[in-house]
């Protein structure tokens, strides 16, 4: 059973990096039969904000992207707190008292030695006795995991194929505050083991973590943690960038919301970036079971992927034309039936651009005045005009029959007296729509030059 999960912290809305993360995490969980988990990672009780767990939430159903279900860290400290007393048995955990600056100092001191700036263990050298001293001055510690430099780190990427790390090269990863909250990774960690996630997917910014977290894994299963007792497959994926090259501030602060709300429909946002980034075509697929049969992490480049806002309205445009009725009628104007929309349809960039043409339909419509050679032509129309299940063809082959007229002499005045506009959707299927009585007003109304 393939188990994935979309793990964000509550500290802002998504946005289309995430978004992207969220899409690949149910892609594979959906193409294997698998399981999707939200889990919220709050532990930060300062940043996380219900209001964004909420929103997170909202913008994952608006994608389509529901779980399977649902965890919150900050309601697993209990698990936390047992996992930290195992790995303090173990030894796996040390304590430090370095304040911000003295670690910030001891950094520029190894750099302009010219070695790396990896933290120098200096905590994991005090006695108990130095420590009763440091916690009788006041001080109180955090909390360091101590990685083991005999035992080398490797894995298979998904993406990025086999990755070695040598962890005498990594600085031992402080996981608790000194008030006791804690940081991101080992948490993390221990849901992945306890909720026997298969398959870590996201951003290539986390490889480094990844590399921390395997041997968090290894120490959390020798204290007897996790489900399966097995290290998850991890995948990391190239970064998105925006069109100038690099990740710019805007797609940073694209959120789900900001492209609801610029008229993109989720269906564009998932079949780009189910694609971006990888050897398949970015097309305008509406299926999503077409996008979770191609999806393959072996598609997927290391290159970073490009967003372009310009492709996703391209994208949008040509999803919005397939929409079927039932997908959008909650969003359509009161009255607005199956007809509408689909002689509608393929006029709009955005859905809600549906309203205005079916203003034009309902009316009243306010035409420019017409010439004196438009006048009677348009008189003529409203006696010529009959109607039956193709009333336009009707009205043009008689309107050519009687005056000679073709092409936009013979159209346009008709287009402009009906609508108002000189270009729009397929008269002959918005003319059944404006109806017999009301296109027969229109018309004279245009003839008589009101
Ligand atoms: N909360 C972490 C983040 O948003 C989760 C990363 C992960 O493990 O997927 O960066």
Redesign the pocket.
């Known amino acids: 059973m393939i188990v994935t999960r979309f793990?964000?912290?509550p500290t802002g809305l998504l946005h289309v990096g995430?978004i992207r993360?969220a899409l690949h995490a149910w892609l594979l969980a959906r193409k294997h039969g698998g399981r999707f988990m939200l889990r919220i990672?709050d532990t930060d009780a300062e940043r996380s904000r219900e209001e964004y767990v909420d929103a997170i939430r909202a913008d994952l159903s608006w994608l389509g992207l529901e779980p399977d279900g649902e965890e919150r860290q900050s309601a697993r400290l209990a698990i936390y707190e047992d996992a930290f007393a195992r790995l303090r048995e173990a030894g796996r955990v040390y304590r430090c008292y370095e304040t911000a600056q003295e670690l910030d100092l001891k950094r520029k001191v190894l750099l302009g030695r010219g070695l790396p700036p990896i933290y120098d263990r200096a905590g994991l050298s005090l006695t108990e006795a130095d420590h009763a001293r440091l916690a009788a001055d006041g001080a109180v510690p955090h909390w360091r995991f101590l990685l083991d430099h005999a035992e080398t780190i490797e894995w298979i990427d998904g993406v990025r194929g086999p990755q070695h790390f040598d962890p005498a090269q990594l600085s031992d990863p402080v996981i608790r505050r000194a008030n006791g909250s804690w940081l991101?990774m080992l948490p993390?960690a221990i849901d992945d083991a306890e909720m026997a996630v298969t398959d870590?997917l996201?951003g290539e910014d986390?490889v480094s973590n990844t590399a921390v977290q395997i041997q968090m894994f290894t120490a959390l299963f020798a204290a007897g943690f996790g489900a399966t007792r097995t290290l998850p497959r991890f995948a990391h994926t190239a970064l998105l960038v925006g069109t100038e090259g690099k990740l710019s501030k805007r797609l940073g602060s694209l959120s789900a919301g900001a492209l609801r709300e610029a008229g993109i429909e989720p269906a564009a946002l998932v079949a780009l970036l189910a694609r971006l980034g990888t050897s398949l075509p970015v097309e305008p697929i509406a299926d999503r079971a077409r996008l979770i049969d191609t999806f393959d992490l072996a598609t997927f480049g290391r290159a970073p992927a490009r967003f372009d806002e310009a492709e996703l309205a391209r994208i949008n445009h040509a999803l919005v034309h397939q929409l079927p009725f039932a997908e959008v009628a909650g969003r359509l104007p009161h009255g607005m039936d199956e007809r509408g929309w689909l002689a509608i349809r393929p006029n709009l960039e955005k859905v809600e651009d549906a309203a205005d043409w079916w203003a034009i339909v309902t009316g009243p419509v306010d035409p420019a005045p017409f010439d004196a050679e438009d006048r009677p032509y348009l008189a003529e129309a409203t006696r010529l005009l009959k109607w039956s299940d193709d009333p336009w063809h009707t009205l043009t082959g008689a309107l050519r029959d009687a005056t000679g007229r073709k092409g936009k002499a013979l159209i346009l005045p008709l287009r402009r007296a009906l609508t108002g506009k000189d270009h729009g959707p397929d008269m002959a299927q918005l003319l059944p729509l404006i109806g017999e009585s009301e296109a027969r007003v229109r018309l004279s109304r245009a003839a008589a030059g009101d």
Do not use: E, K
Request: glycine content about 0%; proline content about 9%; aromatic content about 10%.
């Open positions: 793990a964000p912290s995430n993360t990672d991101y993390s870590v996201r986390h």
